[in-house]
């Protein structure tokens, strides 16, 4: 079965700092990896998305992602966050089966930025 | 363009009683979801749908009832609550497959229920 796993579960930052997300998943075949952000009170929006190609995504916002095939990971970063970065952050992974666009999600981190 | 609409925002149950979750979507999607998420446990897939007419089970099925008589509605469908029902609920769509570059979940805004 598929899984998501992402370790932190919250991480607490000040302005400025680098931010750096892990993300795991368990599947052996052809994958599309997601990153989606949670901004509190509000619905979930998609933050960058790894289809094929170059493993470095780039996202909305200054977020990147970087796809490790051999690792298994897709772990989210950006250089310098900001009080308004503060959100949940869900990784999640789609096994590549055309037309099945199910999503299985990892267990999300909630990241907080201290101004 | 309203996108992903949910109703009702919030609900409050008692154990036992039946209620529906109504998401509509006016982008013409095909593909539709419904996820709970819960604490500690990030978002489930409860049922799906590729189209009128054809739903599917996800993870979480138990407990829920789903149909799709048009493109552009999706209820769910809780006929005996119970407590562990209690959670958040996103319903979510989508036009494009998520294997092509442009591939995405639209999600709503979420249903919060709270079964006593």
């Known amino acids: 079965a598929q899984s998501v796993s992402q370790h932190n579960h919250h991480v607490i930052l000040s302005e400025a700092a680098s931010l750096e997300l892990g993300c795991n998943y368990s599947?052996?075949?052809?994958?599309?990896l997601f990153w989606y952000v949670q901004y509190p009170g509000q619905h979930l929006q998609l933050l960058l998305k790894?289809?094929?190609?170059?493993?470095l995504v780039k996202g909305i916002k200054g977020f990147e992602a970087e796809f490790i095939k051999s690792k298994f990971s897709f772990n989210l970063r950006k250089p310098s966050v900001q009080w308004s970065d503060t959100a949940e952050y869900f990784c999640?992974?789609?096994?590549?089966?055309?037309?099945?666009?199910?999503?299985?999600f990892g267990t999300g981190t909630r990241l907080t930025v201290i101004p | 363009n309203a996108g992903v609409t949910q109703t009702p925002k919030f609900q409050v149950l008692k154990t036992g009683q039946s209620m529906t979750l109504q998401c509509a979507q006016d982008?013409?999607?095909?593909?539709m979801s419904w996820y709970r998420q819960d604490p500690g446990m990030g978002l489930r897939l409860i049922h799906y749908?590729?189209?009128?007419?054809?739903?599917d089970q996800g993870e979480v099925p138990n407990g829920y009832n789903v149909s799709r008589s048009t493109t552009e509605d999706f209820p769910l469908r809780l006929l005996s609550a119970a407590p562990s029902q209690t959670s958040v609920y996103f319903c979510?769509?989508?036009?494009?497959?998520?294997?092509?570059?442009?591939?995405?979940?639209?999600f709503g805004e979420g249903s919060r229920l709270t079964v006593l």
């Open positions: 979510a769509s989508s036009y494009t497959p998520l294997q092509v570059n442009t591939g995405e979940l639209f």
């Open positions: 599947y052996g075949g052809t994958v599309n």
């Open positions: 790894y289809f094929s190609g170059d493993p």
């Open positions: 999640a992974v789609n096994a590549g089966q055309t037309g099945a666009n199910n999503l299985f």
């Open positions: 982008m013409n999607h095909e593909y």
């Open positions: 749908s590729v189209g009128a007419g054809i739903t």
